[in-house]
């Protein structure tokens, strides 16, 4: 399933990631979790001297629904969506949209402080930001 | 408004269609009364959500708001552009002046009802 984006671009871009992805595949060691491209929900992560920032792209979710766990070093989203109504008589002409349950793993660096983690729901998009360990910070050390 | 004004203001129009965009998945289902479609515009506020008919199209666009903290570095991105935008030709049985929309939680879901005439309807056979 890698192949398919859950947003995808213009030709050429997919083209172009197409290609990112099989060297990711064959060249270098791939993740153990695999390439998750393509399923739900997509996630960002980026990260500041002083955090670790994850935002999974999950629309049309209840929040109390969605299930966030840190343990040993990961954190693991996971919950459902139920597919789109269809009422008897109708026919469906696209569906793309995810539906089902989910659950997408990730490896969080080793200096976070899994006291201190707030999660946020709003538009559909999910935010997890998660403090570093204080003794991980950079500081500056004073010359006597 | 001077013709200056007008060519600028079809230049900057022009220009965010050219800009790079993701597709948003959607579901389209038709029903006897019309057609329901929901779009996945994750990160997508209601301000900064457009949706338009014209001439015959329907254009579903949204730009996404990531609350970033300063000085962040992305190292993975499954998301790599901030705007959606999809573009749907319409059929003429569709009443496009009634159109109905909810937006929640990045779930957008149209109602677009069939026109009076063009609802299905049992015809009688007549014999002679």
Do not use: C, W
């Not at chain 2, 022009?14 to 993701?22: C, T």
Request: hydrophobic fraction near 40%; charge should be negative.
């Amino acid at each position: 399933m890698y192949y398919r984006s859950q947003y995808p671009r213009d030709l050429f871009a997919e083209l172009d990631r197409l290609q990112r992805e099989m060297q990711e595949a064959f060249d270098f060691s791939p993740s153990i979790r695999g390439l998750a491209r393509g399923s739900f929900p997509a996630i960002n992560v980026g990260g500041t001297p002083s955090s670790v920032d994850i935002y999974a792209f999950a629309p049309g979710l209840d929040p109390a629904s969605i299930d966030v766990q840190l343990e040993k070093g990961t954190l693991t989203v996971a919950g459902e969506r139920k597919a789109a109504e269809v009422p008897e008589k109708s026919t469906v002409h696209i569906n793309e949209r995810f539906g089902g349950a989910f659950r997408r793993v990730i490896t969080l660096p080793d200096d976070v402080d899994s006291e201190s983690i707030d999660a946020k729901y709003r538009d559909g998009l999910l935010h997890i930001a998660i403090q570093r360990k204080q003794e991980a910070q950079p500081r500056r050390i004073a010359i006597k | 408004m001077n013709m200056n004004e007008s060519t600028q203001v079809a230049k900057a129009a022009e220009a965010a269609r050219n800009e790079a965009a993701m597709l948003p998945p959607v579901d389209v289902i038709e029903d006897t009364g019309g057609i329901t479609l929901y779009a996945d515009l994750p990160g997508v506020p209601k301000d900064k959500l457009s949706l338009q008919v014209e001439a015959g199209t329907l254009t579903i666009e949204g730009e996404v708001a990531l609350d970033v903290p300063q000085g962040m570095e992305a190292t993975h991105a499954e998301v790599s552009l901030p705007r959606y935008r999809r573009v749907f030709t319409l059929s003429k049985e569709l009443d496009t002046q009634k159109v109905n929309a909810e937006f929640n939680q990045g779930l957008l879901k149209l109602r677009i009802p069939k026109a009076e005439h063009a609802k299905p309807r049992r015809i009688e056979v007549k014999l002679t």
